[in-house]
């Protein structure tokens, strides 16, 4: 089953941000200096758009909650 729209494309910035270890499958948390954390926010954002997402959903998928994020992905797997 092939899936389109909207939904489709989160779902593939997630698995995006599950390979590059960003937004809601981060190994650390944000750092605590704004400076840094804005820092590392923007090189994210930079990573997704690299790979062909629109801000809109890059900002979408790097707010995710990690578990809702797992979650989706798990049920994209399972069809």
Do not use: H
């Amino acid at each position: 089953m092939r899936r389109d729209g909207p939904a489709a494309e989160l779902d593939s910035a997630l698995a995006q941000c599950r390979r590059k270890r960003i937004g809601p499958f981060a190994a650390a948390p944000p750092p605590a200096d704004p400076l840094a954390a804005r820092a590392a926010r923007m090189k994210a954002l930079g990573a997704l758009a690299r790979a062909g997402f629109g801000r809109e959903v890059a900002e979408q998928a790097l707010a995710m909650d990690p578990s809702e994020a797992a979650e989706r992905l798990l049920a994209l797997r399972q069809g």
